[in-house]
């Protein structure tokens, strides 16, 4: 009877320990929590389609075979952070969630960083712009993924003047993400030899911006910086072609420009502006091949770098979980640190230890109407800027996590 | 280059034919409110979302139908304000006997509905609408560069403004309208019928709202929030010009154009405010506004 | 605004109506007490402060007879200087919520000054007006952070002791407000004041010719509402920590009017039901986007033309008649 219960009792044993190597991942399952604008001003960019990329890269990784349980919930923050705070709080408490994506608006991304940060548990940015994300309020829990307000304005800045365009006018929208802008693309074109003639600040979400762009005009500076985004960016382009600016010899240059706004604008309107941005899906075979089979899941539309990035976090995620066979948040960030980054979206990189991603990015120039062949064939590429010097130096950043 | 107050004349006068312009949009819209509200007595809300509605019918027009800008401007009022014609029928009318602010608030309700909808089925990145061939281009006047369409935009309001205001003012037709609604059962004793005459009258400034909308949809992109981001401000327009007033309406939407022109040259941060401002500063010292009676 | 057909009252009647109003609010206690056990706190915390907003603002529209359109400045106003004074300038929290309360009844004092001059559609549109300036000024100000908000605001701790990071104790903090802002609405509605102001809604110009300084006591209306406002938004930046453009923006000033008048103006439960529902409709909405839009619309819509009276309105109607039976 005792060697029986003692049999019974080692084999309990054992079954424990076998469980417990599974009790690592919270509830049995891998929780991704989609959260970003489904309804306003970057649906289009990032919405349904990140969803569609989350899903595209579990499926990829193969999570089924390697035994683990993936699930994907999406939400959307209505460009409010307290909504996104509220959403995130009950994510993480209530409904177990382990990771969070996306999050473009960088007000309500700084608001999950912070609740991330406190919960201990996964953020990965990929909409969000603001570069504090790796600066100030860096996190040992957060990823700052596809781009950043340092990179837009020191990449576009500086290839620019590079191939010629070195006296610039600024078109800034009046808030702190324009201000922003402003000041560290001014720094990068000072930096590469280039003149600021002046510049001009427009409120929020101005209809019209005739008079603007006329003293942009009368500057006769080769190169309009828009240090806006959305609605604005694309009512400034427009209404720039209507006064004939870009065929009067001045270049727009967008500051934050997605494919979906050249989309929205027309090659029409939009030819001719460059801009900076980590992914196009006409790149490579690779991209092409993805986005041949997002566009099917998607509705026809294809990618915009926000969800490419999305597809690229996920994936990496999934690895580092499957190989620490956890999802606690703080060690799963740390190993997508350890471990370099490959997918066939972005090519290799890696994760620095101020929780920016690194990869190569591109200055586009978009193409006249006459030069496409069909939809979504928008850009040139006019220079590709190596990993290493695409984003801030990790010294410059202001990180706490970065030892000096 | 001579200058006035550090600015260079030429750039004042470029930026005064911008404000120009713009003051054309602001009267065409407010004109439509005033209209509503001067003879009905209707806070119309929903204008800014059916000036939305008039710019994606534009849109729709061009591309569902084939049917260009020229089209546009005579198929999109009326069908727009045919949708007018049905909210007042079926819902403003029930609330005549109330408190105003009911209209206002339902006008309001409908404004949420409307773009919603919109938003919800064509997301907010919006949609291109080239501008009509034969406008496209512009002339060169020395001080600055004016494209013709939107020297086209400020005749073809001014046309319109006066147009309206001599209907109202100085024909029968007017006369009636202005008539019925200051005493209803008077007019209809004799013969007119009221109710349609008001459910025409609502349709027709819904129609100058929508009308409005065609002519920004060259220029402004046409999305599912340009009411929105417009209608606060032109509401602010017509309350000091006078909420009933036709001709204050018109010459106040100019007029303001104007002044936020020369704000976006001189304090360019202020630009959103200064209409505000001068809101404020109307109804304290002249709460009617300034060519309203009450 | 509201159909108060106000018919001379017995004291059976007012000896009715003090009952109801007190089984009303033990039931909404006691609701509000347990609630936390079985739905997420910080939902209901969201939901608390919402309703204490909307009692306020019923103050000014169902007692006062003044429809704000603007009554968000007072919201995000003194939810920025909440944030403000407990992030950068070190308050305790109370200090912090009293800070903000503080900055809305300065506000609310100026606004009114030149809001009250005028009535009805001019008053609304003067709110209006007042609010974009305060909107255009947040979006602005350096110490607002503009876009981003101002983020990270600490809880901190009452009375320097119980710490306010759990959620649950939070909400019997901000529920203690609630129920603080909500009896002292309910003190000035049945107070003798309350009852000049109620004459000066149904008709303002016999109570000039029974000699009141009507202005005064709009102004003082105005005030309070404004006040009561600024608390429900300095405490809201405590309990989410952060303070942003979203309220103050215009769209939160037609958000407080709709909740409002679901629940019933002029009521004084209707407020906190509206609230409530609204929140509710938003958190499980949430997911479709641009529906919540479309059903605040529809709601807006439905009620103004069929249900004017609100929920808290229609309940209480009902329950008048089945008394008079």
Same mark, same amino acid.
């Given at each position: 009877?005792?060697?029986?219960?003692?049999?019974?009792?080692?084999?309990?044993?054992?079954?424990?320990?076998?469980?417990?190597?599974?009790?690592?991942?919270?509830?049995?399952?891998?929780?991704?929590?989609?959260?970003?604008?489904?309804?306003?001003?970057?649906?289009?960019?990032?919405?349904?389609?990140?969803?569609?990329?989350?899903?595209?890269?579990?499926?990829?990784?193969?999570?089924?075979?390697?035994?683990?349980?993936?699930?994907?919930?999406?939400?959307?923050?209505?460009?409010?952070?307290?909504?996104?705070?509220?959403?995130?709080?009950?994510?993480?408490?209530?409904?177990?969630?382990?990771?969070?994506?996306?999050?473009?608006?960088?007000?309500?991304?700084?608001?999950?960083?912070?609740?991330?940060?406190?919960?201990?548990?996964?953020?990965?940015?990929?909409?969000?712009?603001?570069?504090?994300?790796?600066?100030?309020?860096?996190?040992?829990?957060?990823?700052?993924?596809?781009?950043?307000?340092?990179?837009?304005?020191?990449?576009?800045?500086?290839?620019?003047?590079?191939?010629?365009?070195?006296?610039?006018?600024?078109?800034?929208?009046?808030?702190?993400?324009?201000?922003?802008?402003?000041?560290?693309?001014? *720094?990068?074109?000072?930096? *590469?030899?280039?003149?600021?003639?002046?510049?001009?600040?427009?409120?929020?979400?101005?209809?019209?911006?005739?008079?603007?762009?006329?003293?942009?005009?009368?500057?006769?500076?080769?190169?309009?910086?828009?240090?806006?985004?959305?609605?604005?960016?694309?009512?400034?382009?427009?209404?720039?072609?209507?006064?004939?600016?870009?065929?009067?010899?001045?270049?727009?240059?967008?500051?934050?420009?997605?494919?979906?706004?050249?989309?929205?604008?027309?090659?029409?309107?939009?030819?001719?502006?460059?801009?900076?941005?980590?992914?196009?899906?006409?790149?490579?075979?690779?991209?092409?091949?993805?986005?041949?089979?997002?566009?099917?899941?998607?509705?026809?539309?294809?990618?915009?770098?926000?969800?490419?990035?999305?597809?690229?976090?996920?994936?990496?995620?999934?690895?580092?979980?499957?190989?620490?066979?956890?999802?606690?948040?703080?060690?799963?960030?740390?190993?997508?640190?350890?471990?370099?980054?490959?997918?066939?979206?972005?090519?290799?990189?890696?994760?620095?230890?101020?929780?920016?991603?690194?990869?190569?990015?591109?200055?586009?120039?978009?193409?006249?109407?006459?030069?496409s062949k069909g939809p979504y064939d928008y850009y040139k590429i006019r220079a590709t800027i190596p990993a290493n010097e695409a984003f801030r130096p990790i010294g410059e950043g202001e990180c706490p996590l970065v030892k000096k | 280059m001579s200058e006035i107050f550090g600015v260079p004349t030429q750039a004042l006068f470029s930026q005064l034919l911008i404000g120009l312009i713009n003051g054309s949009f602001y009267a065409l819209l407010s004109l439509g409110l005033a209209v509503i509200f001067g003879l009905l007595n209707i806070i119309n809300f929903t204008h800014g979302a059916q000036y939305m509605m008039g710019a994606f019918c534009a849109y729709f027009l061009l591309n569902k139908f084939g049917?260009?800008?020229?089209?546009?401007?005579?198929?999109?009022?009326?069908?727009?304000?045919?949708?007018?014609?049905?909210?007042?029928?079926?819902?403003?009318?029930?609330?005549?006997?109330?408190?105003?602010?009911?209209?206002?608030?339902?006008?309001?309700?409908? *404004?949420?509905?409307?773009?919603?909808?919109?938003?919800?089925?064509?997301?907010?990145?919006?949609?291109?609408?080239?501008?009509?061939?034969?406008?496209?281009?512009?002339?060169?006047?020395?001080?600055?560069?004016?494209?013709?369409?939107?020297?086209?935009?400020?005749?073809?309001?001014?046309?319109?403004?006066?147009?309206?205001?001599?209907?109202?003012?100085?024909?029968?037709?007017?006369?009636?309208?202005?008539?019925?609604?200051?005493?209803?059962?008077?007019?209809?004793?004799?013969?007119?019928?009221?109710?349609?005459?008001?459910?025409?009258?609502?349709?027709?400034?819904?129609?100058?709202?929508?009308?409005?909308?065609?002519?920004?949809?060259?220029?402004?992109?046409?999305?599912?929030?340009?009411?929105?981001?417009?209608?606060?401000?032109?509401?602010?327009?017509?309350?000091?010009?006078?909420?009933?007033?036709?001709?204050?309406?018109?010459?106040?939407?100019?007029?303001?154009?104007?002044?936020?022109?020369?704000?976006?040259?001189?304090?360019?941060? *202020?630009?959103?405010?200064?209409?505000?401002?001068?809101?404020?500063?109307?109804?304290?010292?002249?709460?009617?506004?300034?060519?309203?009676?009450? | 605004?509201?159909?108060?057909?106000?018919?001379?009252?017995?004291?059976?009647?007012?000896?009715?109506?003090?009952?109801?109003?007190?089984?009303?609010?033990?039931?909404?206690?006691?609701?509000?007490?347990?609630?936390?056990?079985?739905?997420?706190?910080?939902?209901?915390?969201?939901?608390?402060?919402?309703?204490?907003?909307?009692?306020?603002?019923?103050?000014?529209?169902?007692?006062?007879?003044?429809?704000?359109?603007?009554?968000?400045?007072?919201?995000?106003?003194?939810?920025?200087?909440?944030?403000?004074?407990?992030?950068?300038?070190?308050?305790?929290?109370?200090?912090?919520?009293?800070?903000?309360?503080?900055?809305?009844?300065?506000?609310?004092?100026?606004?009114?000054?030149?809001?009250?001059?005028?009535?009805?559609?001019?008053?609304?549109?003067?709110?209006?007006?007042?609010?974009?300036?305060?909107?255009?000024?947040?979006?602005?100000?350096?110490?607002?952070?503009?876009?981003?908000?101002?983020?990270?605001?600490?809880?901190?701790?009452?009375?320097?002791?119980?710490?306010?990071?759990?959620?649950?104790?939070?909400?019997?903090?901000?529920?203690?407000?609630?129920?603080?802002?909500?009896?002292?609405?309910?003190?000035?509605?049945?107070?003798?004041?309350?009852?000049?102001?109620?004459?000066?809604?149904?008709?303002?110009?016999?109570?000039?010719?029974?000699?009141?300084?009507?202005?005064?006591?709009?102004?003082?209306?105005?005030?309070?509402?404004?006040?009561?406002?600024?608390?429900?938004?300095?405490?809201?930046?405590?309990?989410?920590?952060?303070?942003?453009?979203?309220?103050?923006?215009?769209?939160?000033?037609?958000?407080?009017?709709?909740?409002?008048?679901?629940?019933?103006?002029?009521?004084?439960?209707?407020?906190?039901?509206?609230?409530?529902?609204?929140?509710?409709?938003?958190?499980?909405?949430?997911?479709?986007?641009?529906?919540?839009?479309?059903?605040?619309?529809?709601?807006?819509?439905?009620?103004?033309?069929?249900?004017?009276?609100?929920?808290?309105?229609?309940?209480?109607?009902?329950?008048?008649?089945?008394?008079?039976?």
């Open positions: 009877m005792k060697l029986k219960l003692k049999a019974l009792a080692a084999a309990a044993a054992l079954a424990f320990a076998a469980g417990a190597a599974h009790a690592q991942i919270s509830g049995n399952v891998v929780k991704i929590g989609v959260l970003n604008d489904q309804s306003s001003l970057y649906a289009d960019l990032s919405g349904q389609g990140s969803v569609v990329a989350a899903k595209m890269a579990i499926e990829d990784f193969k999570a089924k075979d390697k035994g683990l349980n993936v699930e994907v919930i999406f939400a959307d923050h209505q460009n409010k952070a307290d909504v996104g705070s509220q959403i995130a709080n009950k994510w993480y408490d209530t409904d177990g969630v382990d990771v969070i994506v996306d999050t473009p608006n960088s007000a309500v991304a700084l608001a999950v960083n912070q609740i991330t940060k406190d919960k201990k548990k996964a953020f990965l940015v990929s909409g969000a712009a603001t570069s504090d994300l790796t600066g100030k309020a860096c996190s040992p829990n957060t990823i700052h993924w596809t781009y950043d307000t340092w990179m837009l304005a020191n990449g576009t800045g500086n290839a620019i003047v590079k191939t010629g365009g070195n006296t610039w006018f600024f078109l800034t929208a009046d808030y702190a993400f324009g201000h922003a802008l402003e000041r560290d693309t001014e *720094a990068a074109v000072l930096k *590469a030899g280039g003149k600021v003639l002046g510049k001009v600040r427009a409120p929020l979400n101005t209809q019209d911006f005739s008079s603007f762009l006329l003293q942009a005009q009368t500057s006769k500076a080769k190169i309009i910086g828009l240090a806006n985004a959305g609605g604005d960016t694309v009512n400034s382009i427009k209404q720039a072609s209507e006064f004939g600016i870009v065929k009067g010899g001045q270049n727009l240059a967008g500051l934050l420009v997605f494919i979906t706004d050249v989309h929205g604008l027309g090659l029409d309107k939009a030819q001719g502006l460059i801009f900076t941005e980590t992914f196009y899906w006409d790149l490579n075979d690779q991209t092409r091949a993805f986005t041949k089979r997002f566009a099917a899941a998607n509705g026809g539309k294809y990618p915009s770098m926000v969800q490419a990035g999305v597809y690229s976090a996920v994936l990496h995620y999934l690895k580092a979980v499957a190989a620490l066979k956890s999802d606690d948040g703080t060690a799963v960030i740390a190993k997508m640190k350890e471990m370099p980054t490959d997918d066939p979206l972005f090519g290799k990189g890696s994760v620095r230890a101020d929780g920016r991603k690194i990869h190569p990015a591109y200055l586009v120039e978009v193409k006249k109407p006459s030069e | 049917l260009g800008y020229w089209w546009a401007l005579v198929i999109v009022p009326l069908a727009v304000g045919f949708t007018g014609v049905v909210i007042e029928r079926l819902m403003l009318s029930r609330l005549y006997k109330l408190d105003h602010l009911y209209g206002l608030l339902l006008t309001f309700g409908l *404004a949420l509905i409307i773009e919603g909808s919109f938003r919800h089925q064509f997301g907010s990145a919006g949609m291109p609408y080239s501008m009509p061939e034969s406008l496209t281009g512009g002339t060169n006047l020395g001080f600055m560069f004016l494209p013709k369409y939107r020297a086209w935009v400020i005749i073809a309001s001014l046309a319109i403004c006066l147009g309206t205001w001599f209907l109202i003012e100085r024909t029968k037709l007017g006369a009636l309208l202005r008539a019925a609604t200051e005493n209803p059962s008077m007019v209809q004793a004799f013969g007119v019928n009221v109710p349609r005459m008001i459910t025409l009258t609502y349709g027709f400034g819904v129609g100058l709202a929508a009308l409005a909308g065609v002519f920004a949809a060259p220029i402004y992109q046409v999305s599912p929030q340009m009411g929105s981001s417009l209608i606060i401000v032109v509401f602010a327009v017509v309350v000091i010009g006078g909420m009933g007033s036709i001709m204050g309406a018109i010459l106040t939407g100019f007029g303001l154009g104007v002044i936020e022109g020369l704000t976006k040259v001189f304090y360019p941060e *202020a630009s959103n405010t200064v209409i505000f401002v001068i809101m404020a500063i109307v109804l304290m010292i002249r709460p009617q506004g300034l060519f309203g009676q009450r | 605004m509201t159909d108060h057909t106000d018919a001379i009252t017995t004291a059976h009647d007012e000896a009715w109506e003090a009952r109801y109003q007190r089984t009303a609010f033990l039931v909404m206690m006691a609701i509000l007490i347990v609630l936390p056990a079985v739905v997420y706190p910080v939902f209901l915390m969201k939901a608390l402060c919402f309703a204490l907003f909307a009692c306020a603002f019923n103050l000014l529209i169902g007692f006062g007879g003044l429809l704000s359109f603007g009554h968000a400045m007072f919201l995000g106003m003194a939810g920025y200087l909440s944030a403000q004074s407990a992030k950068v300038w070190g308050f305790p929290t109370e200090l912090a919520i009293l800070t903000g309360m503080g900055a809305a009844t300065v506000l609310g004092f100026f606004a009114g000054l030149l809001a009250i001059r005028r009535q009805g559609i001019y008053f609304a549109m003067i709110t209006l007006a007042l609010a974009q300036m305060v909107f255009f000024f947040c979006l602005q100000a350096p110490f607002t952070g503009g876009e981003d908000g101002i983020q990270a605001v600490p809880r901190g701790k009452i009375l320097g002791i119980i710490d306010l990071t759990s959620n649950t104790v939070m909400y019997y903090f901000v529920l203690a407000i609630f129920t603080a802002g909500f009896l002292l609405i309910h003190r000035i509605i049945h107070s003798p004041y309350g009852q000049v102001l109620k004459a000066i809604r149904d008709n303002e110009a016999r109570a000039i010719s029974l000699g009141y300084r009507t202005e005064r006591f709009k102004l003082a209306a105005f005030v309070l509402s404004a006040a009561l406002a600024g608390l429900a938004g300095a405490t809201k930046a405590i309990v989410f920590q952060l303070a942003s453009l979203t309220d103050v923006h215009w769209s939160m000033s037609g958000e407080v009017v709709l909740m409002t008048l679901l629940g019933g103006l002029g009521t004084v439960f209707g407020p906190v039901v509206g609230a409530f529902v609204i929140a509710s409709m938003e958190h499980y909405l949430s997911e479709l986007g641009a529906w919540v839009t479309i059903a605040q619309g529809i709601i807006f819509v439905v009620c103004v033309l069929a249900f004017r009276r609100g929920i808290m309105g229609e309940i209480e109607a009902w329950l008048r008649s089945r008394r008079k039976s």
